[in-house]
């Protein structure tokens, strides 16, 4: 069994800044892909970061130069660090963690989701 905890969402004016963190804990061999997505009210859930266990990083196109994506492997924790906060970053975000079982195995998990309010 392998939980998730999100942490640091909240309500924040516009060009602030916030940080979300996600710990997986239980019982797992490593940590593949780690990102997080977002998901505003009536839109479909989009990826804003990923990062890989090697420490590469990808973003999407409209969090590029504002957000970056780390990750703590001692602690089984990935961060998202977010600047310059914008209104329509306003979103439900969920961290995403691709768990290796064994070398060949590995499975998805999501986090419940953490609320980022941007107000103008």
């Known amino acids: 069994q392998v939980q998730l905890v999100e942490s640091g969402g909240g309500l924040v004016q516009a060009g602030g800044s916030l940080r979300l963190s996600c710990t997986a804990s239980g019982r797992f061999f490593g940590i593949n892909d780690m990102g997080w997505y977002r998901q505003a009210p009536g839109e479909q859930r989009e990826l804003v970061a990923v990062?890989?266990?090697?420490?590469?990083?990808n973003f999407a196109d409209f969090v590029k130069g504002r957000f970056t994506i780390s990750r703590d492997n001692t602690k089984n924790t990935v961060y998202l660090q977010m600047n310059s906060l914008k209104p329509e970053d306003t979103a439900v975000y969920y961290c995403?963690?691709?768990?290796?079982?064994?070398?060949?195995?590995?499975?998805?998990?999501w986090g419940k989701g953490t609320l980022v309010t941007v107000s103008s």
């Open positions: 995403y963690l691709d768990v290796r079982f064994s070398l060949t195995r590995s499975m998805d998990y």
């Open positions: 990062i890989t266990s090697g420490g590469n990083a």
